[in-house]
């Protein structure tokens, strides 16, 4: 506020956090991940050990509990993936040698839209907290929206199809996942790159071909 300039938080994963920061909406932006609405302390820890290593921290559910008021009543305005794939070899290391963090991008919309079928948030919010906010607070170029003159990047999704998230299902070649097992309903199809399909049925059929994002 001293220097009137807008600020992103990033990976929130704690009550005090959001309560501070609902109180600071006028220069602050949210960010928060799948895995604080997903996993608790301390049982994510006895079950995954340095698999669950995060920083910040995945909490107990008394945290989780009020994370979901707060994508619920809009102080959350984005949800990140924090794509961390670090390998098998290092993740098993002894604390704290072991790296925190763990791979994001896949398992983002199936954990998400089990938590829509769970009716913990609405579809509509979801697509909100995943491109139309992320485009707006970036003031990302051609993204976020459905429009004449933005790229046609989609994911299109079966909100009834039930599926086990894997290890062997993961595209990364961490090969793993702390989600490994978890039953969701609400898979991604397709995903649909500048109107061409690189995605289909969990198999990547196009090369990569990744490029700089424009901003405005």
Not at 150 to 161: G, Q, R
């Amino acid at each position: 506020k001293k220097y009137n300039r807008l600020v992103h938080i990033l990976h929130v994963s704690s009550m005090e956090e959001m309560d501070f920061l609902s109180q600071h909406k006028d220069i602050a932006t949210v960010e928060i991940l799948p895995q604080f609405l997903t996993l608790s302390a301390p049982e994510c820890y006895e079950k995954l050990g340095t698999l669950a290593q995060q920083n910040p921290p995945i909490r107990d559910k008394r945290h989780m509990e009020k994370l979901w008021q707060a994508v619920t009543n809009g102080t959350v305005d984005v949800i990140g993936s924090d794509h961390a794939p670090h390998t098998l070899e290092e993740k098993n290391k002894p604390y704290p040698q072991s790296p925190s963090g763990f791979p994001g991008v896949q398992t983002l919309i199936p954990i998400m839209l089990n938590h829509v079928h769970e009716k913990k948030l609405s579809l509509e919010l979801l697509t909100q907290l995943v491109t139309e906010n992320p485009r707006r607070i970036f003031k990302i170029k051609n993204k976020g929206r459905i429009a004449p003159g933005y790229d046609a990047d989609f994911t299109i999704v079966d909100l009834k199809k039930r599926n086990i998230i894997s290890n062997k299902w993961i595209a990364s070649k961490c090969g793993y996942t702390p989600f490994d097992g978890m039953t969701v309903t609400g898979w991604p199809t397709h995903t649909i790159l500048k109107g061409k399909i690189v995605m289909q049925d969990d198999q990547v059929i196009a090369p990569h071909n990744g490029e700089a994002i424009d901003f405005e």
